[in-house]
């Protein structure tokens, strides 16, 4: 399973592993763009994708530059990406905790909130269902509780999977990347450490 895309408040950076090579952008600054485009086939008709995708480069190497698509593009729309990337925004601005305005807040209740939606683990879109009860014609309630009644187990082992992946995958990110993750870690960014190396070796020549 590849390593998933880093988001680190504290220094303010985002980290993408692409084949054991590190890449990275600092947030202040960052290149990101979202678009959307209809794709239409014969047998499926008509599928709407919106990317969300952010440019990052190479560790060490700035002339190698990818973009990375955050989140499957197929079924959403560019204004669910718009404010997937406002979310994006908040908590890299205003902190882990803020208010349904983006206003940072000690109080977590509006993140808690959002969580009680089911969002956090795929077992619970049966209760996302349920709740929705009220907007949902009777027959759609019924196939879609069913549905997900009959997909509990596999939710399950997708939710097992994805916790035990998480857990895993911070020791295989680089050292220099995880030292930055610590609350009491180095707060230089990566593009710091390659300007400094840039202008070291152009004092030397």
Known sequence: MPLPIMFNRRTREVYFDHKGELYHTPWNGIAAVAYEYQMVHQNTGSMSQAPLEVLVHRYGKPEQQLLINLGVPVGKSIELQR????????????????????????DNAFIREQLSYGWNRKRDAIKLTWKRRQHMEWPSLVFMLAYELLMYPAYVLWDFTLAMAKRRTRSQWPDIVRERLKSDGPTTRLIDLEQASAAISQTAT
């Open 83 to 106: 404010q997937f990337w406002e979310y994006l925004r908040c908590y890299m601005e205003n902190g882990p905790w803020f208010d349904a305005e983006g206003k940072r807040t000690e």
